[in-house]
C-alpha cells in the first residue's frame, strides 16, 4: 500500500473535490488542484521513469515546466495519445490516463538499465563513435535505440480535437504572472495601456503566492496576502486581459511572440466535446514585459540523480501549494539561503527535516537562525559526496569542503533520508529574451547571465533580470517600470518592505569528491545523461566551442532543452579550460520555449482547408462527369474523364482521338491571363518577349517566349492585340503570379518611363477550348452571328464578339494543332458556355479532356511545356527554337545572356525528339539517356522530359533533352532501366503534321 | 516577424511583403556593348552584407508597389524605406 503524504491543505487544493486517475495501470487518488506530479508525490511515488541512456530510474525533481524526468504518456487511445507530457504540468483530471514513457517493458524493470552497468562503455559522443560503424548494422541498432529510449508514442490515427489561432494586438505583453508581472500589469493596465498578461500557470502569483512567513512582508502583511490583494484588484481592470495556462513557445524580432493557451487539457474528458483545446496566439505588442522568474539549479555531485531527490524550491511549493510531503526524513542540500526558505515552510507544515548540508562555512541571516532554534542540525562548509538507493535515495554521504572548495577533507559521515532537497542558487529565466535577440552579460557576484541589450521595445523585470530578493524585486520593479513607460511614479514606489534573505553564496559548479572523476556519475544534463565525466571528456577530445561540445555530449539537447544543468555545463567547461565565463557566452535557447503539439501549430489548416485550391467556373461541370483531378499549382484542373471501368491510359487514348478525328473541349480557364494596357504596351512587349511585337495589327494573336535576364527560358504564352494600345497576355497555369510580379518589377524599377498599365484578369474570365476537324461547325452553332470563314477568322486572329447577350472574346489558336478556338467569357457564364458547345457538339462526339490529353496532344506537335520540359536551365536555343528569338532587336530580357561563353556551348542539353525501336514501349519521363553503356562510369547525357503513346500515330514518341543533341539526328542512343536497355533514336521534335496542315483542316 | 513601413501604404506585417534581393542594381541600358565579364556582374554578383544593407521589397500582398529599404542584416533593424528613384538616406 502507499503512504498518504498529504499535509495540510495547500493552497491551490480543493480537498472536497477527489480526483481519480490511473498511472502506470494503478488507481490513485489526488484532488482537485494536483498536477500529477504532486498527486503522485501525495501517494509516496517519486520513480516515475528512466532516463534517456543508462535508463537510470528517475524521480520528479521539479515544479514546474523545467522538469527534465518525469516526462509521461497521456491517454491510450491511438488517436490522442501524446507523448513528452510534463507530469509536473498537467493537472489532473477525472479519467487521466498516464504511464511511465522510458522504458521497457516497465518502470520497474527495465532491460535498458543494464546500460547503467555498461556505462563506463558509453562515454561522450558514445553514439557517433559506434553507430556509425559498419553502416549497414544501423538498422539493427535503430531497432533497439527506438525501442529503449523514450521518444514515446505517437498518435496513429487523426487528431480528433479542435485548434485555432488567433492574432491579438496589444500596447503591452506581460510574460509572467509572479509578482513582479502582477506589479507590471497592473501599471500599464492603470495608465491606460491595452495590456494583456499572460500566464503559464493555472493561477496567478508566481513562488510569492504561497509565502507566509513573517520574514517577508510587505507594507506590514507577509508578501502572499499582499499579493493576493494585488491580484484581486487586477483581476477587475477594464484594459486589462488575462490569460492563464498559456506558455510563449517563441518570442520573435519586432515583438512578434507565439503562446500556447490551453484550454481543455485540465477538464475531465466529458467536458471537451466540441471546445478547442489549444490556441496558438500570434501576438504582436508594442511592448514586451519579460517576468519569466527564475529557475532554481541543481548541485552537481556523484549520483545526484536519484528518486527522492528535488529542487529545494519544488518541495517547498509541493508543500505550500499542494499541501503534499515529499518525504517524511528530508535533508536539505544548499549553498545559499533559498533551502532555509523551504525549511520553515516546512517546520510551519510539521514536514520531518533531518539535517541541511551548507556549502558556506559562515552562515548568518535571520532564516537561518530560525531553523537553528528549531534544532535542525546544519552541516556547515560540507557537500554530499555520494547517494545510495537504487529506486528512491536512502542515503547520502557528506564531507567537509576544504577552504578552496577543490576537494573535500576529514571523514565521510552517512545520513539516511527519503528526500533530498538541492539549492545551487538561482538561474534568470533569460531563454525569450535571447530568443528575441537579446545580449546578455554574466554577472561575477553570483555567477549569473543577465539581459544586457535589448533588441526591441522590451524591458527584463524580477527575478528574470536578476532580482532575486523580495526587497530587489520591489525596489527595482517600479523603478524599471518609469522609466520604460515613460511615467510620472507608481503605487509601489513608497512599499515597506522587510525580508530576511542574505545574498551569500558560495558557488562550486563541479563538487568535489572522495573518488576521481572517472568514478562518478555527476548529472549536468538529465534527460539526456549527460555527466560532468562526458563535458571533460570531450574538452579532452579537442572541443572548445560550447556549441560542439553540446552536440557532443547531448548537454542540453532534450525536451527540456537543459534548464537545469546548462549553467553548470557552462562552469565545467569554463573551469576545465581555464576561459571566463563572460567570454564563453552561452548555447542558443531556441523556440518553443516548451514543446507545442502539432495541432496547435497547424490549427484549422487541416483535410481540405490544408492549403488553398482554385476552382475553375467550371468545375462543378467536371465533378458532375466524372472527372479526376490534377493540382497544378493552387487550381484543380480536369485530369481525364473515365467512362465506366476506363483507366487513366485508355481514356486519354481515347479522348486524343476524339479530339483528331472529331472535336474535343478543354476547359482552360487556368492559363494566367495580364491585361496590358497603356501607350507603349507594345514596347513593353518588345522588351519582355524574345520575339517582335510592334507590328502585330490589331485583332492579331502571337505566341511569345519570355526568358529570364540569364537567358533561361521562364514562360511561354499567346498574346492578343485588342486594341492599339491594348493587349491580352496568356502565361502557362502555375507561372501567372510570378510573371506579373516580374512585369510589374521591371515596368516600376527599370523602365518607369514606360506608360504601361498590368492587370491580373485570370479569375475574371472562363476560358474553353474547343479543337478538331469539327471545331467550326460547334462554335459556328454556339456563336450563329459571326463569320468563322478562313478569310474573315484566320488562324492567329481574334474576334470580339457576343453569346447572345454575353460579351465573348474568340481566339483562332491551337496548343493542339487541330484547327481550334478559344472562346472567353466572364467568369459566371463559363459552365452555361461550355454546356452549349456540349449540346452543339453532340452529333460530333464533341469529348471533354483533360490535361493529359492535352499534354499527349502538344507533344505530338512537339510544342514544349514550361516546366516540363524545361527546367530553368534551357535556352531559346537549347529547346531549337532560334526561330523565336529576334535579331533584329535591339535589347530584351535574357537577350545579352544568349552570347555568353556559356550559353553558346555547342555540347548543352537541347531538346530533341526520341523514337523507341520498338514502337510500342513507352518510356518513363525522368529516365537518364545514355550512349554508350560499356563505358565506365557512363556518361549521362540527358533525360526524357516528356512521353506517351500517341494514338494517332500509333507509336511511342518523347522528349528528351539530350547534351549535343541537335547535332544528333537519326543517331542512337539507350534508356538504361532496371530491367533492360530501351534502343531510341534521335528524331525532329515534331512528330505530326509539320506542315501544320490541320490547323486549316 | 518584420513591420514594414511601406512608403505607399504604412506599416504592415512582413507577411505582404516580398524581398527582392540587393537594391541599386541599374540594368545596363546596353547590354549588347557589354563583355562577358561585365554582363556576368551585373547579372550573377551581389553583396551579403552583415550590417547595413540596401534592398528591395515589394509589397506583394498589398499595393504592389516595389521600394527600398535599408536594413541591418546583423539585428533586422530597419533604417529606413524609400521609393524607387528616391536617393538612398545618407549614413
Ligand atoms: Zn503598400
Redesign the interface.
Known amino acids: 500500500m502507499t503512504k498518504n503524504l498529504r499535509v495540510k491543505t495547500g493552497k491551490a487544493i480543493d480537498e472536497t473535490y477527489r480526483i481519480s486517475f490511473k498511472f502506470n495501470g494503478s488507481t490513485y487518488y489526488g484532488f482537485k488542484g494536483d498536477t500529477l506530479a504532486s498527486a503522485l508525490l501525495a501517494n509516496d511515488i517519486h520513480l516515475v521513469g528512466r532516463s534517456f541512456k543508462y535508463h537510470r530510474p528517475r524521480g520528479i525533481m521539479t515544479a514546474g515546466s523545467e522538469e527534465p524526468n518525469a516526462i509521461v504518456q497521456l491517454h491510450n487511445d491511438s488517436s490522442r495519445t501524446e507523448p513528452n507530457v510534463r507530469a509536473t504540468e498537467i493537472e489532473i483530471y477525472e479519467g487521466l490516463e498516464a504511464s511511465s514513457q522510458n522504458c521497457w517493458p516497465s518502470v520497474k524493470f527495465d532491460i535498458g538499465g543494464i546500460n547503467n552497468l555498461l556505462s563506463p562503455l558509453l562515454p561522450a559522443g558514445f553514439y557517433y563513435k559506434t553507430f556509425m560503424w559498419p553502416a549497414s548494422f544501423w538498422e539493427k541498432y535503430e531497432y533497439f535505440i527506438r525501442r529503449s529510449a523514450g521518444l514515446g508514442k505517437s498518435p496513429t490515427t487523426p487528431d480528433p480535437d479542435i485548434y485555432e489561432h488567433k492574432y491579438i494586438h496589444c500596447d503591452v505583453l506581460v510574460i509572467g504572472a509572479g509578482i513582479s508581472g502582477i506589479m507590471a500589469a497592473k501599471i500599464a493596465a492603470k495608465n491606460g495601456l491595452k495590456t494583456l498578461l499572460i500566464e503559464e500557470k493555472p493561477n496567478l502569483g508566481g513562488s510569492t503566492i504561497y509565502q507566509n512567513s513573517d520574514h517577508f512582508k510587505i507594507n506590514n502583511q507577509n508578501s502572499g496576502s499582499w499579493l493576493e490583494k494585488e491580484i484581486n484588484e487586477i483581476k477587475k481592470l477594464k484594459n486589462l486581459e488575462i490569460k492563464t495556462r498559456t506558455s510563449v513557445a517563441a518570442y520573435h524580432g519586432y515583438n512578434f511572440l507565439l503562446a500556447r493557451e490551453n484550454l481543455t487539457d485540465h477538464l475531465p474528458i466529458n467536458q471537451r466535446k466540441d471546445k478547442t483545446r489549444h490556441k496558438l496566439l500570434k501576438i504582436r505588442a508594442k511592448k514586451v514585459i519579460t517576468a519569466t522568474g527564475s529557475i532554481e539549479r541543481p548541485m552537481i555531485f556523484d549520483n545526484n540523480d536519484r528518486p527522492g531527490i528535488l529542487l529545494s524550491s519544488a518541495i517547498k511549493r509541493f508543500a505550500d501549494y499542494f499541501g503534499v510531503a515529499c518525504g517524511e526524513k528530508n535533508i536539505l542540500f544548499t549553498n545559499n539561503d533559498s533551502a532555509y526558505e523551504t525549511a520553515i515552510s516546512l517546520i510551519q507544515k510539521g514536514i520531518n527535516i533531518e539535517a541541511i548540508i551548507d556549502n558556506r562555512e559562515e552562515v548568518n541571516s535571520k532564516l537561518i537562525y530560525e531553523v537553528e532554534k528549531n534544532n535542525i542540525k546544519i552541516f556547515k562548509g560540507y557537500t554530499v559526496t555520494d547517494t545510495s538507493g537504487y529506486k528512491r535515495i536512502n542515503k547520502i554521504s557528506i564531507m567537509q569542503l576544504s577552504k578552496d572548495g577543490q576537494k573535500v577533507v576529514g571523514s565521510k559521515i552517512i545520513l539516511s533520508c527519503d528526500c533530498l532537497g538541492v539549492s545551487g542558487g538561482w538561474t534568470p529565466a533569460v531563454h525569450l529574451f535571447t530568443q528575441s535577440g537579446g545580449k546578455l552579460k554574466f554577472r561575477e557576484d553570483d555567477q549569473v547571465f543577465i539581459p544586457n541589450i535589448y533588441p526591441s521595445d522590451q524591458l527584463s523585470i524580477g527575478a528574470c533580470n536578476g532580482d532575486f530578493t523580495l526587497d530587489e524585486i520591489l525596489v527595482n520593479t517600479p523603478k524599471s517600470l518609469i522609466d520604460y513607460l515613460n511615467i510620472k511614479n507608481t503605487e509601489y514606489d513608497n512599499l515597506e518592505i522587510s525580508s530576511s534573505t542574505n545574498k551569500s553564496k558560495r558557488n562550486i559548479w563541479l563538487l568535489p569528491s572522495d573518488k576521481i572523476l572517472g568514478k562518478t556519475k555527476s548529472f549536468v544534463d538529465y534527460q539526456n545523461d549527460a555527466t560532468a565525466k562526458d563535458i571533460k571528456l570531450a574538452l579532452r577530445e579537442g572541443f572548445r566551442s560550447i556549441e560542439h561540445v553540446k552536440r557532443y555530449t547531448t548537454t542540453g539537447m532534450g525536451t527540456d532543452q537543459g534548464k537545469l544543468g546548462n549553467m553548470h555545463a557552462l562552469g565545467i567547461i569554463s573551469e576545465t579550460a581555464g576561459a571566463k565565463m563572460g567570454e564563453l557566452g552561452t548555447t542558443t535557447f531556441r523556440p518553443p520555449y516548451t514543446p507545442l503539439t502539432f495541432g496547435t501549430i497547424v490549427g484549422r489548416n487541416v483535410g481540405e482547408y490544408f492549403d488553398i485550391f482554385r476552382k475553375t467556373p467550371i468545375h462543378d461541370w467536371h465533378v458532375e462527369h466524372k472527372a479526376e483531378f490534377e493540382n497544378v499549382g493552387q487550381w484543380k484542373r480536369a485530369w481525364y474523364y473515365p467512362k465506366e471501368n476506363e483507366n487513366m491510359h485508355k481514356a486519354v487514348q481515347r479522348e486524343s482521338k476524339a479530339a483528331r478525328e472529331s472535336a474535343g473541349i478543354l476547359d482552360a480557364s487556368t492559363l494566367g491571363k495580364i491585361d496590358i494596357q497603356g501607350t507603349d504596351a507594345s514596347e513593353f512587349l518588345n522588351r519582355v518577349y524574345t520575339n517582335a511585337w510592334s507590328k502585330l495589327a490589331v485583332g492579331k494573336c502571337r505566341y511569345g517566349l519570355m526568358l529570364n535576364e540569364d537567358g533561361m527560358v521562364y514562360d511561354d504564352g499567346v498574346t492578343t492585340r485588342l486594341g492599339e494600345n491594348h493587349y491580352i497576355m496568356t502565361t502557362t497555369t502555375g507561372g501567372a503570379a510570378n510573371v506579373m510580379g516580374k512585369l510589374e518589377d521591371y515596368l516600376q524599377t527599370e523602365w518607369p518611363e514606360l506608360d504601361v498599365y498590368l492587370t491580373s484578369v485570370t479569375d475574371h474570365f472562363a476560358t474553353l477550348s474547343v479543337c478538331g476537324p469539327n471545331s467550326k461547325k460547334i462554335v459556328s452553332e454556339v456563336i450563329p452571328d459571326l463569320d468563322f470563314s478562313d478569310e474573315s477568322f484566320p488562324h492567329m486572329s481574334f474576334k470580339n464578339t457576343k453569346i447572345g447577350k454575353i460579351n465573348c472574346r474568340v481566339m483562332r489558336i491551337s496548343f493542339t494543332g487541330e484547327h481550334s478556338y478559344e472562346i472567353n467569357v466572364q467568369a459566371n457564364y463559363g459552365k452555361s458556355v461550355w454546356e452549349k458547345c456540349m449540346e452543339a457538339g453532340k452529333n460530333f462526339n464533341i469529348t471533354p479532356y483533360g490535361t493529359e490529353t492535352m499534354h499527349l496532344l502538344r507533344a505530338e506537335k512537339g510544342f514544349i511545356i514550361v516546366g516540363q520540359d524545361t527546367d530553368a536551365t534551357m535556352t531559346p536555343i537549347d529547346l531549337q527554337m532560334d526561330w523565336i528569338v529576334s535579331k533584329k532587336k535591339y535589347d530584351f530580357i535574357g537577350k545579352r545572356s544568349l552570347y555568353r561563353s556559356d550559353t553558346i556551348r555547342e555540347d548543352r542539353k537541347q531538346l530533341v525528339g526520341l523514337l523507341t525501336d520498338n514502337p510500342n514501349e513507352v518510356l518513363e519521363e525522368g529516365a537518364q539517356i545514355v550512349a554508350d553503356i560499356n563505358k565506365s562510369p557512363i556518361e549521362m547525357l540527358g533525360h526524357v522530359t516528356s512521353s506517351y503513346y500517341s494514338p494517332n500515330l500509333k507509336k511511342s514518341i518523347a522528349l528528351g533533352v539530350v547534351r549535343g543533341g541537335k547535332n544528333m539526328m537519326g543517331q542512337k542512343l539507350i534508356i538504361p532501366m532496371e530491367k533492360k536497355n530501351i534502343n531510341v533514336t534521335v528524331a525532329d521534335t515534331v512528330f505530326l503534321d509539320k506542315e501544320n496542315k490541320r490547323l486549316n483542316a | 516577424?518584420?513591420?514594414i513601413n511601406c512608403p505607399y501604404c504604412g506599416e504592415r506585417?512582413?507577411s505582404e511583403f516580398?524581398a527582392?534581393g540587393e537594391a541599386h542594381i541599374?540594368?545596363p541600358k546596353?547590354?549588347?556593348e557589354?563583355s562577358?565579364d561585365e554582363?556576368?556582374e551585373y547579372?550573377f554578383m551581389r553583396k551579403n552584407i552583415k550590417g547595413i544593407q540596401f534592398e528591395?521589397w515589394?509589397h506583394?500582398h498589398g499595393c504592389?508597389?516595389?521600394f527600398n529599404m535599408v536594413r541591418d542584416t546583423s539585428?533586422?533593424e530597419i533604417k529606413a524605406v524609400y521609393k524607387?528613384?528616391e536617393k538612398p538616406p545618407v549614413e
Open positions: 516577424m518584420f513591420i506585417e512582413q516580398k527582392g541599374v540594368r546596353q547590354p549588347t557589354l562577358d554582363w556576368a547579372l528591395r515589394n506583394t504592389r508597389k516595389w539585428n533586422d524607387m528613384g
